[in-house]
């Protein structure tokens, strides 16, 4: 099955910054969850996959093509952390814009959207919340008929029960298997909800790639005091980071199952994304 998504020791440097070697790969059918902290590379990340910036190195496939080919670019919905509109413009005038930019633009599917999220057409873009110009972006996305969305904090500034609506719409569209999301997003909780692999970024590096089940469903946060840490075997006990604090160690393991097995008496709580990036990010190695 063709990947939706390649990339190959992307590099790219700035002042006090740089992406070193990031690569992942995206599955058709798939949805990814990027995550990192502020400042950790997603945003340039993803500028260089969309070719918004001029990456220094690396290799990046999108669709099986080239950014810079017009028929792949036309099959990506893009979603930034704003709405890059004349803020004049009202929304029914945005509309007709939009035909011009995109081949493959359904007006009538972003009549819909536009109803669904209960958007007055007849307001500026300048008056719109932030939650709104983020369901106008969210909108205009998916009605030109994308195979990719790229989703830069998509759900921000949304409240939670119109950030389920919104996965559910993210849902929707993933029913097509030939459909891909890459969603990057500081509220952990909805990647938790959608993602099918966890791609974390640190300070310009991939610490790790993987199928979310593989994370979320197999590991566990043991708790224990110091002493107790310092009696096990990292490499037997499959103890992958550990953090301290005034209250012992907390300490993230690889099979919450297969520890349980040897210690039965054992505190384990489950793993979230949060959790996770807390541990790559602020841990230690085990």
Not at 114 to 137: C, Q
Not at 158 to 175: N, Y
Not at 235 to 244: A, D, F, M, S, T
Request: aromatic share 8%; net charge negative.
């Amino acid at each position: 099955m063709q990947n939706a998504l390649e990339v190959q020791n992307l590099c790219k440097s700035y002042e006090g910054f740089a992406l070193r070697n990031v690569s992942f790969t995206l599955p058709k059918g798939a949805v990814m969850g990027f995550v990192g902290e502020n400042g950790a590379g997603k945003t340039t990340t993803i500028k260089s996959v969309l070719g918004l910036v001029r990456k220094d190195a690396g290799e990046i496939s999108v669709l099986g093509g080239s950014i810079e080919d017009a028929a792949v670019r036309a099959k990506i919905g893009v979603v930034f952390d704003d709405l890059h509109l004349h803020k004049t413009l009202r929304i029914r005038q945005a509309a007709k814009i939009f035909p011009h930019l995109y081949e493959d633009w359904d007006a009538e599917l972003f009549a819909e959207y536009i109803n669904r999220f209960n958007l007055d057409a007849e307001k500026k873009i300048k008056d719109l919340s932030r939650g709104m110009r983020m369901k106008l972006s969210i909108s205009v996305a998916l009605s030109h008929h994308p195979d990719l969305l790229i989703l830069d904090e998509p759900t921000a500034g949304l409240d939670p029960v119109v950030r389920d609506e919104v996965l559910e719409i993210f849902q929707d569209f993933m029913q097509d298997e030939n459909h891909a999301i890459l969603f990057s997003s500081h509220i952990t909780s909805d990647i938790d909800k959608i993602a099918d692999y966890l791609t974390f970024i640190h300070d310009g590096e991939i610490l790790f790639s993987v199928p979310t089940d593989e994370l979320l469903g197999e590991a566990g946060i043991l708790k224990c005091s110091v002493e107790e840490a310092e009696t096990l075997d990292a490499e037997r006990e499959g103890l992958l980071r550990v953090r301290k604090n005034q209250f012992g160690c907390e300490i993230l393991v690889r099979s919450k199952e297969q520890f349980r097995m040897r210690h039965p008496d054992a505190v384990i709580d489950p793993v979230t994304t949060e959790s996770l990036m807390l541990f790559y990010a602020r841990g230690e190695e085990a």
